[in-house]
């Protein structure tokens, strides 16, 4: 699936596209794949209207820390792979905002998330 057209669908970060893939799922311990490779698994789901997001655990390859991935970058849920598509490479996920067990309900913090990851659905920013 390619990333939405920003001039007909607005980017929402906190909800996933596909509903009907998620709930009443549970995503804990599913892969997460990124564009261009795995990045580790979920540790953590939130489904919550307007604040749904993934925590994934990405063990050695950013050096064991925890990214927060907001659910609108989730791009399909393969069930029988227990696999999480994300349509962001590993050096986007990399570069987001360090996620922050004590401040990832803030509002301040969230609005930061939701931006760096909005950002990448302009037509004029160029791609890693």
Do not use: C
């Not at 580790?40 to 789901?45: L, Q, S, T, V």
């Not at 604040?51 to 393969?78: E, Y």
């Not at 931006?115 to 160029?126: H, L, Q």
């Amino acid at each position: 699936m390619d990333r939405p057209d920003p001039q007909t669908t607005p980017f929402d970060p906190w909800s996933f596209r596909d509903e009907a893939s998620v709930i009443g799922s549970e995503l804990v311990g599913y892969k997460v794949e990124a564009t261009d490779g795995g990045i580790g698994k979920i540790d953590a789901a939130n489904y919550d209207v307007d604040a749904s997001h993934l925590v994934v655990d990405t063990g050695a390859w950013i050096f064991g820390k925890k990214v927060m991935l907001p659910a609108g970058v989730v791009n399909q849920v393969d069930h029988d792979g227990k696999k999480v598509h994300v349509d962001r490479s590993k050096d986007e996920i990399k570069h987001a905002p360090e996620y922050d067990a004590d401040v990832h309900t803030d509002p301040a913090y969230r609005d930061k998330l939701g931006g760096y990851y909005g950002e990448m659905y302009d037509p004029a920013r160029p791609r890693l």
